[in-house]
């Protein structure tokens, strides 16, 4: 199977550790991987500041290079909440324009979050990894509520040998990043993730595991802050680590 990878800004821009999990874990389960240069943005951030123009012509230009670079492939991304945007947004975005909101419901189509792609397109649960650890795993907002995507994360987490994976209290409760919401109401973000810090150390893990860099950003910037030894990862990179032929063999 061949795909194209969406690696979206936050990735690109601060955790591109994550989209090189991401390319090893896949073509590690077989499928070719292919990146089209002219990806930008989804548009996101400038949406859920009410810049809606703007937030079309972003739209529009990843659009283009997905058609253009990647007629038809299945598109992955390691990020629940731009999967989101483009799967229930876009087609919002040009719901005045019938053309360009046939062309945003095609490409929404196409789009896939990683372990939604893994579990239900490659039909794959256990990937036959190993990580000796005590995890927990933070749900986020716009996975959870905006895809439905709850389980597949954990059936890929659960599979992993040696790994003991604690339940997370209070899953639902959203850890206060939201974007530029973390810049415009910074003591309330701050109140919101310290509390998401608190139930993190009640399960004793030593990593916490999560599908969007947003979050794990807004999380590892406070746990840095307050001295906390927990280490934060993409499921991409436990996933990666895990099934590391090297490490298998250990």
């Known amino acids: 199977m061949r795909v194209a990878l969406f690696i979206t800004c936050l990735c690109d821009l601060f955790f591109p550790e994550v989209g ?5 874990l896949l073509r590690r389960l077989g499928v070719e991987v292919t990146f089209p240069a ?4 989804c548009g996101q951030p400038a949406y859920n500041t009410g810049y809606t123009t703007e937030a079309r ?7 283009e290079a997905f058609e253009r670079e990647a007629p038809g ?3 992955v991304t390691p990020s629940g909440s731009c999967a989101a945007m483009i799967r229930h947004h876009y087609p919002r975005l040009f719901a005045d324009e019938p053309a360009w909101a046939a062309r945003a419901a095609a490409f929404a189509e196409r789009v896939y979050e990683l372990s ?3 579990v239900h397109v490659l039909g794959r649960t256990d990937l036959g990894g190993r990580y000796p650890a005590v995890a927990t795993f933070h749900r986020s907002c716009h996975m959870a509520r905006g895809l439905g995507l709850v389980e597949e994360p954990l059936a890929l987490l659960r599979a992993v040998e040696g790994l003991e994976l604690v339940d997370l209290p209070h899953p639902g409760e959203c850890c206060g990043f939201g974007g530029t919401f973390a810049v415009k109401m910074a003591e309330l973000s701050e109140a919101m993730v310290d509390a998401k810090i608190r139930t993190i150390e009640e399960t004793g893990a030593q990593l916490l595991v999560g599908c969007d860099v947003g979050c794990l950003m807004h999380i590892g910037g406070r746990l840095r802050r307050l001295g906390r030894p927990v280490r934060v990862l993409h499921l991409a990179q436990l996933l990666d680590e ?9």
């Open 20 to 24: 090189e999990s991401t390319v090893r």
């Open 38 to 41: 002219g990806q930008t943005c």
């Open 57 to 63: 012509d972003v739209a529009r230009n990843l659009i």
């Open 73 to 75: 492939l299945p598109v």
């Open 116 to 118: 939604e792609f893994i």
């Open 242 to 250: 895990a099934t590391r032929p090297a490490r298998q063999t250990a």
